[in-house]
Nanobody
């Protein structure tokens, strides 16, 4: 059973940057999809960025051009670089690992973007 721990959230002004980290207790190189999701108060959880183990990535329209997901397999870590942050990016961000064995979630890290 893989465990995921997110970090890097915080308070930042509009236009600023943050880098979120998701550290896995086990190898991530064989996990089909690593992803970042977010959930704002009163809204459903949504996909932000996905990374497949063949190197492909996918981004929500709302973050394209601003966010980049990446993997460091040696460090068993997936990152989300967030630039040009907007107040509407405010949410709890969750790391997710998904493959044929199921789906695993981290506990989340809060990102707050002020106006």
């Amino acid at each position: 059973q893989v465990q995921l721990v997110e970090s890097g959230g915080g308070l930042v002004q509009s236009g600023g940057s943050l880098r979120l980290s998701c550290v896995s207790s086990g190898s991530i190189s064989s996990i089909a999809i690593m992803g970042w999701y977010r959930q704002a108060p009163g809204k459903p959880r949504e996909s932000v960025a996905l990374s497949t183990n063949d190197g492909s990535t996918n981004y929500a329209d709302s973050v394209k051009g601003r966010f980049v997901i990446s993997r460091d397999n040696a460090k068993k870590t997936v990152y989300l670089q967030m630039d040009s942050l907007k107040p509407e990016d405010t949410a709890v961000y969750y790391c997710n690992a998904n493959d044929k064995r199921g789906s695993i979630w981290g506990q989340g890290t809060q990102v707050t973007v002020s106006s």
